[in-house]
């Protein structure tokens, strides 16, 4: 009625003013607040395979007619369908990047959705499987996941999934929070609560409203917004330590596992499967070119000697701590049938992962 809609504009002008007067309420003493790497809730993402490959890889017109895709994002940050039930026997948690993400995959054929439904079928539980996977996240990212939203799940099961984000992360900075000259990584990892800019409050209630009930409209424009490929990056040559690489890769599988044991969930460590090898084909040579080595300026021979040896820690750390090991890896052939591109899956791919797992 006209009644509901002047009230509803009074309230709007009345926020703003107050903002413009006062500020975003907030305590005498700004607060340090780190940010859980996650996908923006409420978010419904409807865009181009082919937009997103040619962006994250830094390439222009390499691929072509893989189609659009879809990811529906809850109110949490989990990649939907995840709370099936309101009841669950069972709770999974996957943690990892995007390749748990698998956000260009068909949400049915997701394998952390998969294999929940999988189970199901198999053992005739209830099964809730959380995907968290975040494209570009570490295993850093993923212990703040699991410390901060994932044991409120009260999982059964908790399942690592990394390589590749950490070992680029490392060998650029030697660590997940600071550059190697000391300094912390604020435009990321954390920022003063509370210090909104004005109109910040209500553009974030309008625009949760607007993604709520326009949800095929804001993904699209989201994806127009995205969908531009990246610049090419400049080479470099990096100095690097691989012992302190590999030793804090290893410290933050050791204290994933630590987590869940010490709140009664079961660890699983996953090594990555992928598309590159000794002798990899030419899109993969195409690909690890126009991304300038990662912006590390290392050989590509070199990059994939230090990726085989993270895959080998997953596996002596899992067999050292005596939890289980899901070897995706030797279990996923090294083919475009499975992978799109690196390490991202195919819908094949990714099904086959469901059922190694």
Known sequence: ???????????????????????????????????????????????????????????????????????????????????????????????????????????????????????????????????????????????????????????DIAVLHHNINDLIMLLKYEDYCYTKTGESYDFYWMQTAGSNPIGNGLKARLKNVWKQLFPSISGRIAALNTSKALPLPQNMQIEYDQEVVFSKFRRNLEMFISICEINDIRPVLMTQANRLGDEPDELIRQLYEACGGYELGIEYSEFWKLYEEMNSIIRTTADEYDVLCIDLENNIENSPEFFCVMVHYTAEGSVKAANVI
């Not at 893989?66 to 009841?87: C, M, Q, W």
């Not at 948690?93 to 198999?122: D, H």
């Open 1 to 155: 009625s006209v009644g509901v809609v002047c009230v509803a504009a009074v309230l709007i002008i009345l926020e703003f003013l107050l903002e413009c007067l006062y500020g975003i309420p907030n305590s005498e003493r700004a607060k340090r607040a780190i940010p859980i790497n996650e996908n923006e809730p409420y978010i419904v993402q409807i865009a181009s395979r082919d937009d997103y490959y040619n962006g994250v890889y830094a390439v222009k017109d390499v691929f072509s007619g893989l189609g659009d895709y879809t990811a529906r994002i809850d109110a949490n940050g989990f990649i939907e369908p995840s709370k099936v039930h309101d009841e669950p026997d069972r709770t999974i948690l996957f943690l990892g990047g995007s390749t748990t993400e698998c956000i260009t995959v068909s949400e049915e054929k997701r394998y952390p959705y998969l294999v929940g439904r999988m189970l199901e079928e198999e053992t005739g539980y209830a099964v809730n499987s959380y995907n968290a996977g975040v494209g570009g996240g570490t295993s850093h990212d993923s212990l703040d996941t699991l410390i901060h939203k994932g044991l409120v799940l009260e999982p």
